[in-house]
Nanobody
Framework: VQLQASGGGLVQAGGSLRLSCAAS????????IGWYRQTPGKQRELVAA???????DYADAVKGRFTLSRDNAKNTVYLQMDSLKPEDTAVYLC?????????????WGQGTQVTVSS
């Protein structure tokens, strides 16, 4: 299975973007897709993900502003990002969560750049 992240761009603070993570096939038999972000000099962090129970988990920094959703027919997971802040600037990547916390199933792709100007 392969994942392709897209939808990033340059936006002003307070604006919105919707990221897409398209899978080459269904990942339901492998694991749940999560969105991560990384900035230079900082550790990659999990931003949002579906849990095994079907609920969504968000990093504290994005709760109330980001919304995770999926279209199973299109094998695509979306990350709606509202009220964006300059500190949200990062490369956003998607991956399949691994069996153990902090692990992922696939090699990391290039992700999609999100830049929020103040």
């Amino acid at each position: 299975v392969q994942l392709q992240a897209s939808g990033g761009g340059l936006v002003q603070a307070g604006g919105s973007l919707r990221l897409s993570c398209a899978a080459s096939r269904s990942t339901s038999g492998i694991g749940n897709i999560g969105w991560y972000r990384q900035t230079p000099g900082k550790q990659r962090e999990l931003v949002a993900a579906f849990s095994a129970s079907g609920t969504t988990d968000y990093a504290d920094a994005v709760k109330g502003r980001f919304t995770l959703s999926r279209d199973n027919a299109k094998n695509t997971v979306y990350l709606q990002m509202d009220s964006l802040k300059p500190e949200d600037t990062a490369v956003y990547l998607c991956n399949i969560q691994g069996q153990f916390p902090g692990t992922v199933y696939l090699p990391w792709g290039q992700g999609t750049q999100v830049t929020v100007s103040s």
